[in-house]
């Protein structure tokens, strides 16, 4: 079983910048698959970002070039700087670890960004 949590949520204006921290219980590196979704008011969960263990990354094309994920293994804790935010980026924004190997799949609490003036 592995936990995450997730924090660095809150209101930013248009423009500005944000940087999201999923915190794992287990050794990051172990998890083959760790992403960023998110899901705005009366909108499906939608895939944002992943990193996997070899460090191979992809993004949605909706924040391409504007968000970087990124892991740090010695703190067992996966990144997603958002740059350039607008209105469209406000969203719950939750972290996802899959071992697709072993069909588990772990999500953590969500995290609130909002992009206002």
């Known amino acids: 079983q592995v936990q995450l949590v997730e924090s660095g949520g809150g209101l930013v204006q248009p423009g500005g910048s944000l940087r999201l921290s999923c915190a794992a219980s287990?050794?990051?590196?172990?998890?083959?698959?760790v992403g960023w979704y998110r899901q705005a008011p009366g909108k499906q969960r939608e895939w944002v970002a992943s990193?996997?263990?070899?460090?191979?990354?992809n993004y949605a094309d909706s924040v391409k070039g504007r968000f970087t994920i990124s892991r740090d293994n010695a703190k067992n804790t996966v990144y997603l700087q958002m740059n350039s935010l607008n209105a469209e980026d406000t969203a719950v924004y939750y972290c996802n670890a899959r071992e697709p190997s072993l069909g588990s799949n772990y999500w953590g609490q969500g995290t609130q960004v909002t992009v206002s003036s």
């Open positions: 287990d050794r990051i590196f172990r998890i083959p698959i």
């Open positions: 990193i996997t263990n070899g460090g191979r990354i």
